[in-house]
Nanobody, 113 residues
């Protein structure tokens, strides 16, 4: 079963930055929109950002201005650059290939005060 490979998470202090990567080997990456979600234990999985197959980005209001989504089709990889991180951004972040509905396992992002 194909699964996406997230990387780049970890522990960062408030105000810091992280860049998440999402590799999609063995997929038809270029024809998919890519979405980034996050989930806190006990809560629903929320959409954070997405990028269409034509490179149009979308951001949730809580992160607009602090996050940039990008994709590199030849590398079958998507990115989520997160800046000025806040403790409330702490969550498990998931990558999703929208059209093929393929998910990654998730990666932890922890922002300390």
């Amino acid at each position: 079963q194909v699964q996406l490979e997230e990387s780049g998470g970890g522990l960062v202090r408030e105000g810091g930055s992280l860049r998440l990567s999402c590799k999609a080997p063995g997929t038809n990456f270029r024809v998919n929109a890519v979405a980034w979600f996050r989930q806190v234990p006990g809560e629903q999985r929320d959409l954070v950002a997405s990028i269409s197959k034509d490179d149009s980005p979308w951001y949730t209001n809580s992160m607009r201005g602090r996050v940039t989504v990008a994709r590199d089709n030849p590398k079958n990889t998507a990115y989520l650059q997160m800046n000025n991180l806040k403790p409330e951004d702490t969550a498990v972040y998931y990558c999703n290939l929208v059209d093929q509905n393929i998910w990654g396992r998730g990666i932890q992002v922890t922002v300390s005060p």
